[in-house]
């Protein structure tokens, strides 16, 4: 099972905000650089958000991120049809030899 | 731009060997880490491990005693070996790209970007 914790699933309507939340402690989240992944529907993951906030090249500001102590968030505003899709976060741990996790996941569901 | 491409048998025997590589093209394979991670259907995403441009390795604890990667320069490719698999080895196998930042001893970053497009890989007999 993995170190971070992430809801199953949320949901709303086309053109509202939905947020990610992604709950960690202090040998992963609390002390390391965050990052975010979009998995559309039978897709590679894409890189969403590193460093807790960055966006990479390409990535619309709809997509934000936020690290607070040991849990970071993702937001996404204007919400369309084509967000639709499971997202992930990702980070460092520093009490586990390999130190790459993953979140458990979130669906997100466009009304 | 950098495009990672997976190929390799999508249908491997329990307790056989699965292999796979990674061909990196657009771009060079050195100066960066290169990772494979794994979703089984329906579930999350797994990191296996990752191979650095000059050879250096590591692995998931979970997987170390049958994981191993190699890299071939000369051929911008990269490739995932994973021995005795059984029905739960069963996952869309992906390759990335790392990049991997350190502030300080205790203060780090990750993140997997490029992705390629994944393939299935089943185990059944």
């Known amino acids: 099972q993995s170190v971070l914790t992430q809801p199953p699933s949320v949901s709303a309507a086309p053109g509202q905000k939905v947020t990610i939340s992604c709950s960690g402690s202090s040998s992963n989240i609390g002390n390391n650089y965050v990052s975010w992944y979009q998995q559309l529907p039978g897709t590679a993951p894409k890189l969403l958000i590193y460093?807790?906030?960055k966006r990479p090249s390409g990535i619309p500001d709809r997509f934000s991120g936020s690290k607070s102590g040991t849990s970071a968030t993702l937001g996404i505003t204007g919400l369309q049809t084509g967000d639709e899709a499971d997202y992930y976060c990702?980070?460092?741990?520093?009490?586990?030899?390999?130190?790459?996790?993953f979140g458990t996941g979130t669906k997100v569901t466009v009304l | 731009q950098v495009q990672l491409q997976e190929s390799g048998p999508g249908l491997v025997k329990p307790s056989e060997t699965l292999s796979l590589t990674c061909t990196v093209s657009?771009?060079?394979?050195?100066?960066?880490?290169w990772s494979w991670i794994r979703q089984p259907p329906g579930k999350g995403l797994e990191w296996i491990g990752y191979?650095?441009?000059?050879?250096?390795?590591n692995y998931n604890p979970s997987l170390k005693s049958r994981v191993t990667i190699s890299v071939d320069t000369s051929k911008n490719q990269f490739s995932l070996k994973l021995s005795s698999v059984t029905a739960a080895d069963t996952a869309v196998y992906y390759c990335?790209?790392?990049?991997?930042?350190?502030?300080?001893?205790?203060?780090?970053?990750?993140?997997?970007?490029?992705w390629g497009q994944g393939t299935l890989v089943t185990v059944s007999s």
């Open positions: 191979i650095y441009y000059s050879g250096s390795t």
């Open positions: 460093e807790n906030n």
């Open positions: 990702g980070t460092w741990d520093s009490s586990l030899s390999a130190g790459r996790v």
């Open positions: 990335a790209r790392e990049t991997v930042v350190v502030v300080a001893a205790t203060h780090q970053g990750v993140w997997f970007d490029p």
């Open positions: 657009g771009g060079s394979i050195s100066s960066y880490y």
